[in-house]
């Protein structure tokens, strides 16, 4: 089980409770999955805060703030841990939309079905709402 774990540790980090299911079917017992992820914790082989640091740098990229939260907490990250990484991401959130939108549409919308059209992707894409607004809705400000 340890190489196992070591196997999926070297691809690319883990949250521990990612980690936890993937294993779950090959631990002997609960607990000793347990030992060995609180083991692999205080080796720092696995860390939560590593985790949604790695997460949140690679997915801000083309995701909002808020998308990057719920993945976060989908993988049992703990919300303080969450907040932090999150922090980051939402003071660069307009940068980052504006990127986005460019790639995608890369001109501004000319009816109201395109703004929506444009509004609803970025929103998908979990960026705010003011955000999404500030300049899709033609109020684009440096």
């Known amino acids: 089980m340890l190489a196992r774990a070591l196997g999926y540790l070297a691809r690319r980090e ?3 409770a990612e980690l936890q299911r993937k294993l779950a079917a090959h631990a002997e017992s609960p607990e000793a999955l347990s030992r060995l992820l609180d083991d692999l914790e205080a080796k720092k082989l696995l860390s939560d805060r590593r985790y949604a640091e790695v997460l ?3 997915r801000g990229e083309r995701f909002g703030a808020a998308r990057v939260r ?3 907490l989908a993988q049992g990250v703990d919300s303080a841990i969450v907040r932090e990484s999150v922090g980051e991401l ?3 959130e307009l940068q980052r939309a504006r990127a986005v939108w460019q790639r995608r549409f890369g ?3 000319t009816s109201a079905t395109e703004r929506a059209r444009q509004m ?3 929103a998908q ?3 705010s709402g003011e955000v999404i607004r500030c300049f899709v809705g033609g109020g684009d400000e440096d």
């Open 70 to 72: 719920q993945e976060l």
């Open 107 to 109: 001109a501004q919308a």
């Open 120 to 122: 609803r992707f970025l």
């Open 56 to 58: 949140a740098r690679r």
């Open 14 to 16: 883990h949250s521990r």
């Open 90 to 92: 939402a003071r660069t």
């Open 125 to 127: 894409r979990g960026f």
